[in-house]
């Protein structure tokens, strides 16, 4: 007879984006809620994503206005909700030859202004590349352009934001634990859970939600005894990066001939993004790599629009994430839905897949897995996190530049640049991370450029964090600049401390 060590009223399976909003608002409604990850939080594809908060303008092309204003409402609300993880971006389209018209982009721009009430952002516009900022960097032939709003996240920090959001709330969040197995057990489960040390307990839980992301199907078929209805399709999305091609603050999108968006953002201060392909993967679900072809593509677009020619030598760092889409009748991966599909099953102890998703959109899908689980728990409960910031957003109109100020009056001991960073990616906790410190001495240790022993224990202590990895590309983007072996030596300082 198995030996149940724990009880909850709902286990989430898959810590990614979804995964962690849908254990956010669980727990928020008075639920008793787990989350487990196999790995660390966000380490897939909620890491590898372009970054993104919009509305998809390219979705109008196949008519799909149900997700672009869905798309749009939510942007509106993760911009409120994490002032200091999302913050509004505007973007630059080049006009070519092989674009539609003028006068039709600017009508799909007006609609794209106008599915949802914007709060703060501005509308779109034409714009003279040869008189515009962002023309500066282009190839000259490009003479006119669009200019429109969207929005930028840090998207592995808002996966950590609303894991935290989830714990203070009463959830259990478990990192490097995967659920192994599932057995009914009269109306409930036993879900056996093993952490990366061999180590395993048994926990029994009302409901179960498979948010596993790209493992969405596989973990039905291999730890439950109903095997998955759906297999989605993997799409690979690849990015690289590479020093600064420009020195303002616009983004760019990008359309090939063949119809495939390519953007180039601004990052990390001293870098310029760009991405994403979409290609088919049949590989390794864990560790999906750019392809040589993959890289040579995004270095053709780059160089079909900016004047500066970019090779290989250029790139300073890859990225790769997969997207789990359910195949649409057409067999073009950029024409798939990226909208969401819920399959709930009632056919015994209930258990909810969540099929795809966008970034933009998790907090929605979010809710919407709870509204349909909390009836089914007998719980009677209301929609909360709309209105909600995220742990660090709580800023006074949502103002993010206003709250750095009064930051730098408090801190005015700390470099302005590693102010800024700290702000960005604490927001209001920003002081919880720097309890005790009054000088730069106290921030003990320098482990390595930029990165104190101070803001390493923090991250250990309240953001999940074990490893080099996690903290130098998830919790943060120290990894992107600093020198090679940089990841070993903070290992290192783990280990002995």
């Known amino acids: 007879m198995t030996t149940v060590t724990g009880t909850c009223d709902v286990l989430v399976v898959g810590a990614g984006i979804n995964g962690a909003g849908i254990a956010r608002d669980a727990a928020g409604r008075g639920l008793r809620t787990v989350l487990c990850e196999q790995h660390d939080l966000a380490s897939h594809t909620s890491s590898a994503s372009t970054k993104l908060v919009h509305g998809g303008l390219r979705y109008l092309e196949y008519y799909d206005f149900g997700l672009v204003r869905k798309s749009l409402q939510e942007r509106e609300v993760v911009l409120a909700s994490a002032p200091h993880l999302a913050w509004p971006l505007r973007f630059v389209l080049p006009h070519d030859s092989y674009l539609r018209p003028t006068w039709m982009i600017r009508a799909g721009l007006f609609l794209y202004d106008h599915l949802a009430a914007r709060k703060n952002l501005p509308g779109s516009k034409t714009i003279n590349l040869r008189t515009h900022p962002a023309g500066e960097p282009l190839d000259p032939r490009y003479r006119t352009g669009f200019e429109y709003s969207d929005g930028w996240v840090d998207d592995a920090r808002l996966v950590v934001a609303n894991a935290v959001d989830a714990m203070e709330r009463g959830a259990e969040v478990l990192t490097r634990t995967a659920c192994v197995g599932l057995q009914r057990d009269g109306g409930e489960w036993i879900a056996t859970l093993r952490a990366t040390d061999g180590r395993e307990r048994t926990l029994r839980a009302r409901l179960v939600v498979n948010a596993a992301g790209p493992w969405v199907a596989e973990f039905l078929d291999r730890c439950t005894p109903t095997p998955a209805r759906h297999h989605p399709r993997m799409i690979r999305g690849s990015h690289i990066v590479v020093r600064k091609l420009f020195h303002h603050d616009f983004a760019y999108i990008f359309q090939a001939p063949d119809g495939r968006i390519v953007f180039a953002l601004p990052y990390e201060d001293d870098f310029t993004l760009i991405g994403t392909t979409e290609s088919e993967y049949t590989g390794d679900l864990a560790h999906p790599a750019i392809a040589a072809a993959e890289q040579a593509y995004l270095l053709d677009m ?28 057409m067999d073009d991966p950029k024409s798939v839905t990226r909208d969401y599909v819920i399959e709930f099953d009632r056919s015994g102890p209930p258990l909810l897949s969540v099929y795809g ?46 709250f750095l100020a009064q930051a730098r009056v408090r801190h005015g001991w700390l470099a302005p640049a590693l102010l800024h960073r700290y702000a960005r990616a604490y927001g209001t906790r920003l002081d919880r991370m720097l309890a005790g410190c009054s000088k730069v001495t106290d921030l003990g240790e320098q482990v390595l450029p930029g990165l104190y022993a101070q803001e390493v224990i923090y991250l250990r202590a309240a953001e999940f964090a074990r490893t080099a990895q996690d903290i130098l590309f998830r919790r943060s983007k120290l990894g992107v600049r600093l020198p090679a072996g940089s990841e070993k030596v903070l290992d290192e300082w783990l280990a002995q401390h």
């Open 302 to 329: 780059a160089n079909r629009f900016f004047q500066r020619d970019l090779g290989v030598n250029d790139v300073v760092w890859t990225f790769a994430g997969l997207r789990p889409l359910l195949a649409a009748s």
């Open 357 to 402: 998703g966008k970034l933009t959109t998790y907090r929605k899908l979010a809710e919407t897995v709870v509204d349909m689980l909390a009836p089914a728990l007998g719980h009677a409960s209301k929609s909360w996190t709309a209105a909600t910031p995220l742990p660090g957003g709580d800023m006074p109109d949502a103002d993010f530049e206003a």
